[in-house]
């Protein structure tokens, strides 16, 4: 993959890929703040002004403005807030690009940020709030990860917390996003039908006269809880359940080979998780696995719904599967399936605009360079039984699993009989 790179003056950075075969354009804007630098007083202050931004600006002071701007010539325009970063980004034909960068410029640079809009916006996330408590397969996810993380904003919903929201104003949101957008921790990314030196001279003239300021800093990761179990007791038709281990950080050598790990584990219908407890058993119509790797920490959990009087087998399935990683190697057939499966997600990935304007985007600000598609295969194919089995022995021994479930208290006394102390909270 070809790009041009510029790093401005205040220290924003800007990568352009030209694809003269496509017909779009797409833009991603990676800022490098989220909820993971919050406290309690304004968790969800990160992803609730992520909302508002949508609201109104100097040059359209509506929602509706912004929104027909992009959508009347056939685009797509949208955001969202995670841990550690806040993305906003567009897609479009690829005569109109310049014009999604005025608008998510405008967003960023000049937001009225009206008294009016935030109370209005603190009810649709006050909802958003409640509808993740009700959904219990959002709820158990939000419980490991609260064990994993405990008392720290990694462990915390992204959406933040009803009592903060309720107290969110204009001039804290102001005041968070006058610290936390700084240039530095801001990466432009495009790609598509575009010449690279006018979209550098025009992202130039759009954020080159942002000031310097110094990024919020994050609050390390903690240790993981003592606590080893978490249960929310539900009624329903179904149990959930995670169980959950802490991984590495993005930047460590065995995240690729604890990646190849979660593929051969619960990753896609061919996994092992998959085939076990859905096509074999028929305990599950979703299983699944997967890892998160963060600045200074990472996890990887396995997740299944299953009916309440399943739950006990299906737990005790799943963890036979992780067992078996650690007692013995991945087949040579097997490795080589998911050696092609992971490349290929990467190869498809790269072949439309958003994709790889969030990959060049997303290298950059947390790897500070990309990666190439032959790089990243050649550390996939350099990976072997042995390594899977030595990070399975390593970060997936069964003293340092985490199980959270919400469910049936019927269902959910059969689930941890192994661990040293559990909670469990009447929903």
């Not at 432009?188 to 690279?196: F, K, N, Q, S």
């Not at 390390?220 to 249960?231: G, M, N, R």
């Not at 169980?243 to 584990?265: C, E, I, S």
Request: proline share 5%.
């Amino acid at each position: 993959m070809r790009y041009e790179r510029a790093t401005l003056p205040n220290g924003l950075r800007i990568l352009v890929s030209e694809m003269p075969e496509t017909r779009s354009v797409s833009l991603a804007v990676y800022v490098g703040v989220g909820s993971r630098v919050e406290d309690r007083r304004n968790a969800g202050t990160a992803h609730f002004l992520e909302h508002i931004l949508f609201k109104g600006t100097a040059k359209r002071p509506t929602a509706q403005d912004i929104s027909q701007a992009i959508e009347g010539v056939g685009g797509v325009v949208n955001a969202s807030t995670d841990k550690e970063v806040t993305v906003f980004w567009s897609r479009m034909v690829a005569r109109h690009y310049l014009l999604a960068l005025d608008v998510i410029a405008d967003m960023i640079r000049a937001p009225l940020l009206r008294v009016a809009d935030v109370d209005q916006e603190r009810k649709v996330v006050l909802e958003e709030l409640r509808m993740y408590r009700d959904q219990p397969s959002d709820r158990v996810h939000g419980l490991i990860d609260e064990l994993l993380y405990p008392n720290h904003p990694l462990g915390w919903e992204t959406a933040g917390r009803e009592k903060a929201v309720v107290g969110l104003t204009p001039d804290g949101l102001r005041g968070f996003m006058d610290r936390g957008y700084a240039p530095q921790r801001i990466v432009v990314a495009l790609a598509g039908r575009l010449d690279a030196t006018e979209a550098i001279t025009a992202v130039t003239a759009h954020f080159g006269d942002m000031s310097r300021r110094e990024p919020v800093p994050a609050k390390p990761a903690p240790a993981a809880s003592k606590t080893q179990a978490k249960h929310v007791v539900k009624r329903g038709e179904q149990a959930h359940f995670c169980v959950g281990w802490r991984g590495v950080p993005q930047g460590h050598p065995d995240k690729y080979t604890l990646d190849m790990l979660n593929a051969v584990l619960g990753e896609g219908m061919s996994s092992r998780l998959f085939l076990e407890l859905r096509e074999k058993r028929a305990l599950a119509y979703d299983v699944h696995s997967y890892g998160t790797n963060y600045a200074d920490a990472g996890h990887l959990v396995t997740y299944a719904g299953v009916a309440p009087a399943s739950a006990g087998e299906a737990l005790s399935v799943a963890l036979d599967q992780v067992a078996r990683l650690s007692e013995e190697p991945v087949g040579e057939a097997e490795l080589m399936r998911v050696r092609d499966f992971a490349k290929g997600r990467i190869e498809l990935r790269l072949e439309d605009t958003r994709g790889v304007s969030g990959w060049l985007a997303g290298q950059e600000l947390f790897l500070g360079r990309v990666r190439t598609v032959e790089e990243l295969c050649a550390i996939i194919d350099s990976i072997g039984p042995a390594d899977i089995q030595r990070v399975a022995r390593q970060y997936l021994r069964p003293e340092l699993a985490y199980i959270a479930a919400v469910g049936p208290r019927a269902a959910l006394a059969t689930l941890d009989g192994n661990v040293s102390e559990r909670i469990e909270i009447a929903s």
